[in-house]
């Protein structure tokens, strides 16, 4: 560990040093192209790799991370303002390949592309996997494409709970605790072996009130119905083309064809699902060729045999 701190530190210098040039002649270059060359349409492609965490991890911890750290919530919030003061920047392209946040961070960034949109940007989402935090992420969004291999699983809210009075008492320990009120039903978890009646209430209380706020926006935010978002995931689980058929994505594409999507005046919703980069198909002679002799030989067998058996009847 005592080796690898001073080893990076002299690399990222170095690397820093020979990277130094190039970036000063590519940002040269980018304003000197910008003051003749403008283009209406210009999306910035930014990433989320893990997740949305809401505070910076240290500075030493960052050297020894093999790849970069997300953005925390106050640098995305200065970022989206940044970018909605920038004239020549249509919108970004969002890009999720894992998403580890809790509900109010996912509500609250959501919030954040909503602020932004009002500035005239647009929001394009692009997920690995789309489960319900992405979906409901994509619901600030304008528009919401997968590539064909994107698993889509949308599942409805659920609580899990967990009791172990019983275990406790068998193992001969006590948990001794003193409630001031009725819903005050935190300890119960370490004193019961399964939920009181009013423990149960709160929980469906809080359950049902959140799954009314998430249905209600995922709606808005579609222009969807909630009953029939309801009815989509109590199914659960889709194949992207079965997701575009219920009109939960916008389009089916591969991450190379996106900005071909974003400059299309009229995009289509769906292109085969050929990798741009794979190599070409080879023909294979032998499938063009007629059938073999021993195909025609067998055919010419049971044509015989047929005739046979209806002259015998």
Same mark, same amino acid.
């Given at each position: 560990?005592?080796?690898?701190?001073?080893?990076?530190?002299?690399?990222?210098?170095?690397?820093?040093?020979?990277?130094?040039? *190039?970036?000063?002649?590519?940002?040269?270059?980018?304003?000197? *192209?910008?003051?003749?060359?403008?283009?209406?349409?210009?999306?910035?492609?930014?990433?989320?790799?893990?997740?949305?965490?809401?505070?910076?991890? =240290?500075?030493?911890?960052?050297? *020894?991370?093999?790849?970069?750290?997300?953005? %925390? !919530?106050?640098?995305?919030?200065?970022?989206?303002?940044?970018?909605? %003061?920038?004239?020549?920047?249509?919108?970004?392209?969002?890009?999720?390949?894992?998403?580890?946040?809790?509900?109010?961070?996912?509500?609250?960034?959501?919030?954040?592309?909503?602020?932004?949109?009002?500035?005239?940007?647009?929001?394009?989402?692009?997920?690995?996997?789309?489960?319900?935090?992405?979906?409901?992420?994509?619901?600030?969004?304008?528009?919401?494409?997968?590539?064909?291999?994107?698993?889509? !699983?949308?599942?409805?809210?659920?609580?899990? =709970?967990? *009791?172990?009075?019983?275990?406790?008492?068998?193992?001969?320990?006590?948990?001794?605790?003193?409630?001031?009120?009725?819903?005050?039903?935190?300890p119960e978890n370490m004193t019961r072996a399964f939920p009181s009646p009013t423990y149960r209430g709160d929980l469906y209380e809080l359950l049902f009130g959140?799954?009314?706020?998430?249905?209600?926006? !995922?709606?808005?935010?579609?222009?969807?119905?909630?009953?029939?978002?309801?009815?989509?995931?109590?199914?659960?689980?889709?194949?992207?083309?079965?997701?575009?058929?219920?009109?939960?994505?916008?389009?089916?594409?591969? =991450?190379?064809?996106?900005?071909?999507?974003?400059?299309?005046?009229?995009?289509?919703?769906?292109?085969?699902?050929?990798?741009?980069?794979?190599?070409?198909?080879?023909?294979?002679?032998?499938?063009?060729?007629?059938? =073999? %002799?021993?195909? %025609?030989?067998?055919?010419?067998?049971?044509?015989?045999?047929?005739?046979?058996?209806?002259?015998?009847?």
């Amino acid at each position: 560990m005592f080796i690898r701190f001073p080893v990076l530190l002299l690399w990222n210098l170095l690397r820093n040093l020979v990277r130094f040039p *190039f970036v000063l002649l590519q940002a040269i270059l980018q304003v000197v *192209f910008g003051l003749f060359v403008k283009d209406k349409k210009q999306y910035i492609r930014l990433e989320i790799r893990k997740g949305l965490p809401y505070w910076e991890r =240290s500075s030493i911890l960052q050297w *020894f991370q093999s790849e970069p750290s997300d953005l %925390t !919530m106050d640098q995305w919030r200065d970022l989206l303002k940044k970018l909605g %003061t920038k004239k020549n920047i249509e919108g970004m392209v969002l890009e999720i390949r894992e998403l580890h946040a809790g509900w109010p961070v996912l509500d609250e960034f959501r919030t954040m592309l909503l602020a932004y949109r009002e500035q005239g940007k647009r929001v394009v989402l692009y997920p690995h996997q789309l489960t319900t935090a992405e979906y409901y992420l994509a619901t600030g969004a304008d528009k919401l494409l997968i590539s064909p291999a994107t698993p889509v !699983m949308l599942n409805s809210p659920a609580f899990q =709970s967990f *009791f172990f009075g019983a275990i406790l008492k068998e193992v001969g320990v006590s948990f001794d605790v003193q409630r001031m009120g009725a819903h005050k039903n935190a300890p119960e978890n370490m004193t019961r072996a399964f939920p009181s009646p009013t423990y149960r209430g709160d929980l469906y209380e809080l359950l049902f009130g959140f799954t009314q706020h998430m249905f209600t926006e !995922m709606a808005k935010g579609r222009d969807d119905d909630p009953d029939r978002l309801r009815q989509i995931f109590a199914w659960g689980v889709f194949s992207p083309e079965e997701a575009l058929q219920h009109e939960l994505i916008d389009a089916i594409r591969f =991450s190379e064809r996106l900005i071909e999507y974003l400059k299309a005046e009229e995009p289509d919703t769906f292109v085969y699902p050929e990798h741009p980069q794979a190599p070409p198909k080879e023909e294979n002679p032998e499938e063009n060729s007629g059938p =073999s %002799t021993s195909s %025609t030989e067998l055919r010419e067998s049971e044509t015989a045999e047929t005739a046979d058996s209806e002259a015998a009847e």
